[in-house]
């Protein structure tokens, strides 16, 4: 008979969630009670909505159990795993039990997500047992050439899923053609875009996928260098690869005659990003590479030709490498069978925001954005009114519910305005202020920028400050006119794509949510009752128990009231701070 | 844009500064880089998580061994995020705000704590114990609102739960300084 084998989710989200004092306690309790199962760890399967996640495999079949706190660890160990009687209320999906939650697996394709949540990523045993390395060992077990493994690359279509949406095979050929005694492979990891974390959810999950992928590349190009350039806050992702990287130095997977094949050298370091959302950027994560500011150079010539130290590299988004491996395992036809004519393959998003179910969703391109949101990711937290979805960060935008049937593909994302960016999706619903958000992602980039562009480095800051003044009431007649000025002016003239695509935001808000603009600089109201300072605050005479909160924190002593009376605001005296709002437990004052 | 600026903040200043550290203890790190191409990062990171911050000696000490130049290293220390030139709390409390925790009400969040600890963005508490930080995202989105103290997480949090946390990590602290003293 098979042992029963736990399985906890241990990724970043999980952790967060709890899962670390899920996993020992599930030791803890099989010390105490000597309960002979196995207790194993994985990383996430991107149902962040359900976190902890605990999978139970006996003989009976797999239960995925959702949000097993450490209060819960002792009922299933005494339930499910002595007494083999699962709890259905618990279980997510199993053969016998479907929850509705379940729906977040259906339509899904994982392809780069294909290890995530079901190996243990400290193990390059696991990766192998599900077909790890086997890509490498195609191309030299097969004598593939390096040109074959590019047109491989070049006929899947796969584009860079790191923003650009460049054909892959297209750069490895470019990199390819220019001649040098050496050349280099990068891994962005950088993953800058605040709302998207499918970059960590890979490298946490199967960094090998990673690696493997850039020795492909690496074998394709002609490289024996690579770095993976990975942000600092992603602790749990460098530890990881480290480990991985050094599991595979152990194997003879990194070093010289990689896999038999002659000359064939290939070491790859991890280089920690110091904070700066700019680095992403492939010129100026070269030059943070080098050791100096990131800031971007002008291209041409570009990296292919001449890039780190001047030397031909090859950069890639992780999402994109993780595929590779795949790809030449399964061969590209395989992967074009999924997606649109122009974008093929699948794609991974983030769901965030106002939506059921978050986290990491894997689909085939072209489906719609509707699909995404309402069958995967169950609709909308508190069935509040959908109002729009930010697709690609600050580089991108705003579609409203009205496009919500646009698929997911490069060219129709683009065609809203927006762009696919590296797949973060915040969802928004009525109560979210389109002009508050177009202000957030300004004041991102505005800092963001590393100054050399005059029109980046001072048009976003005089963009964000025309916004500012919207939200606070004082807008003038002329403002949105004078936002779409500045907005294609620093488009027009900024070197790189954090200049280009910064005011994305603000135009595609504009565009869709002209009246909300309107509503703030003419009526001085906010539509989504967001905005502090267009809004009136009263107090609830029912709800008011007198607790005086309010009366404590405002800053103008607005409000009057005895203990244990209801209180009032004398609207003459307020300054529309929202303090009284955020401090009363009682929902007693109302917005207006 | 990128660029922080040199001079300790306000609150910091009424906090004498700690004495010269041990310089020593970079000597293995020196070491390790000195001949590498593209070491300057490596040694600025390597110098901070030594001291917690890269004291103005640091620096002269690394142009004296290393020859790089003191303004190239402060222009690179000045331009990521994660350099301090200023020591920071013991704590560091990493408010994410990112565009889903901005969505789902970071900045309330961020104002009690600040408001808790008498302190705005960037700055560290009278008592040392605390530094308030804002971040880009954390990469738990779909947990949003998060922070981050030390290397523990925390989502999905309303105002009360954070100064909870907050206040119970400052009662640990007092406690152990009595144990101490
Ligand atoms: C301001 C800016 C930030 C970027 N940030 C990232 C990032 O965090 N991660 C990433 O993979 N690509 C990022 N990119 C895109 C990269 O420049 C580059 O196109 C990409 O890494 C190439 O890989 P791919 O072709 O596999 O997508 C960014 C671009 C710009 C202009
Ligand atoms: S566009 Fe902005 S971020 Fe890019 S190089 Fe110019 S100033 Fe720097
Ligand atoms: S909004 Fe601010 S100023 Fe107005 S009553 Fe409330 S706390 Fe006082
Ligand atoms: S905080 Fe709320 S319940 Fe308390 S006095 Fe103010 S309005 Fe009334
Ligand atoms: S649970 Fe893993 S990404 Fe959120
Ligand atoms: S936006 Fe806060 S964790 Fe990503």
Request: include cysteine; hydrophobic fraction near 35%; charge should be neutral.
């Amino acid at each position: 008979m098979n042992k029963t084998t736990v399985i906890v989710g241990l990724g970043s989200c999980g952790l967060a969630a709890g899962a670390g004092k899920t996993y020992d306690e599930f030791h803890r309790i099989r010390q105490a009670d000597k309960i002979d199962f196995e207790i194993k760890k994985t990383s996430c399967i991107g149902m962040c909505f359900r976190e902890p996640l605990v999978e139970i495999i006996d003989e009976t079949g797999k239960y995925l159990y959702g949000n097993v706190d450490v209060k819960r660890v002792d009922e299933i160990i005494e339930k499910h795993i002595k007494n083999f009687s699962p709890i259905p209320d618990y279980i997510i999906e199993s053969e016998k039990y479907k929850s509705e939650d379940a729906s977040f697996f259906d339509g899904q394709v994982k392809i780069t997500l294909r290890n995530c949540g079901h190996i243990d990523p400290e193990s390059i045993e696991e990766y192998e047992s599900q077909g790890g390395y086997e890509a490498m060992r195609k191309i030299s077990n097969t004598n593939m050439s390096p040109e074959k493994v590019i047109q491989s690359v070049l006929d899947s279509g796969i584009r860079g899923r790191g923003g650009g949406g460049f054909p892959a095979g297209m750069k490895w050929k470019f990199a390819r053609n220019f001649t040098s005694d050496k050349k280099f492979v990068i891994c962005n990891a950088d993953e800058g875009d605040p709302g998207a974390f499918m970059d960590r959810s890979i490298l946490e999950g199967d960094p090998h996928s990673v690696i493997e992928g850039m020795m492909i590349c690496a074998y394709a190009i002609g490289a024996s260098e690579g770095y993976i350039y990975c942000r600092a806050e992603y602790p749990l992702a460098i530890k990881r690869l480290n480990i991985a990287l050094d599991q595979a130095r152990k194997k003879g997977y990194l070093g010289e005659n990689i896999f038999g094949i002659p000359n064939f050298n290939l070491e790859i370091q991890i280089k920690e990003g110091a904070g700066a959302f700019v680095c992403g950027e492939e010129t100026a994560l070269i030059a943070s590479i080098e050791g100096e500011r990131g800031m971007p150079r002008r291209r041409p010539p570009f990296p292919a030709e001449s890039g780190l130290w001047k030397h031909p590299t090859n950069i890639n988004n992780v999402e994109t490498l993780a595929n590779i491996p795949w790809i030449i395992y399964n061969g590209p036809e395989e992967f074009a069978k999924y997606g649109t004519e122009k974008s093929k393959g699948t794609k991974v998003f983030a769901l965030t925001g106002k939506i059921k179910h978050g986290g990491l969703v894997e689909v085939p391109m072209g489906i719609t954005i509707k699909d995404i949101i309402y069958k995967l990711g169950g609709g909308i937290t508190g069935d509040k009114k959908f109002k729009a979805v930010q697709l690609g960060g600050p580089s991108g935008g705003c579609i409203p519910e009205y496009l919500s049937h646009t698929i997911v593909d490069y060219d129709s994302v683009n065609a809203t305005g927006a762009i696919m960016g590296s797949g973060g999706m915040v969802v928004m619903d009525e109560t979210t202020c389109v002009v508050d958000v177009a202000k957030f992602f300004l004041d991102f980039t505005q800092k963001e920028s590393c100054g050399k562009c005059t029109f980046c480095r001072i048009g976003t800051k005089r963009m964000l400050e025309i916004l500012t003044r919207i939200t606070e009431g004082e807008g003038r007649q002329g403002d949105i006119e004078m936002l779409e000025e500045i907005a294609h002016t620093i488009k027009d003239s900024s070197l790189c794509g954090l200049g280009q695509t910064a005011p994305n935001p603000v135009l595609t808000t504009i565009k869709y949510f002209r009246d909300e603009y309107e509503a703030h600089i003419r009526d001085h109201k906010c539509p989504a009752l967001s905005c502090k300072k267009l809004l009136t605050y009263e107090v609830i005479a029912e709800n008011c128990t007198g607790c005086m909160a309010c009366a404590k924190g405002c800053p103008v002593d607005a409000i009057e009231g005895e203990k244990k009376q209801v209180h009032n605001i004398l609207q003459d005296v307020c300054i529309q701070c929202g303090v009284c709002f955020t401090k009363c437990k009682f929902k007693a004052i109302r917005l207006s | 844009m990128r660029i922080k600026r040199i001079i300790p903040q306000t609150a910091i200043d009424s906090i004498p500064m700690p004495d010269v550290p041990d310089l020593a203890l970079m000597d293995p790190l020196i070491e390790k880089y000195k001949t590498r191409k593209g070491n300057l990062i490596p040694l600025l990171q390597g110098t901070q998580e030594i001291y917690g911050y890269i004291p103005h000696e640091a620096f002269l000490k690394l142009n004296r061994e290393t020859g790089l130049k003191l303004n190239e290293m402060y222009g690179v220390a000045t331009f990521y995020a994660q350099f301090r030139l200023s020591p920071a709390g013991k704590h560091i409390i990493k408010m994410c705000h990112g565009t889903a925790c901005h969505v789902q009400g970071v900045t309330a969040i961020t104002d009690e704590l600040s408001d808790l600890l008498n302190v705005k963005d960037g700055e560290t508490t009278e008592d040392r114990i605390f530094t308030l930080e804002t971040v880009a995202c954390l990469g738990c989105c779909s947990l949003a609102p998060v922070m981050m103290i030390g290397e523990e997480t925390y989502g999905k949090l309303t105002p009360k739960e954070a100064s909870k946390i907050v206040k119970e990590i400052r009662r640990n602290e007092k406690l152990m300084e009595n144990a101490k003293s």
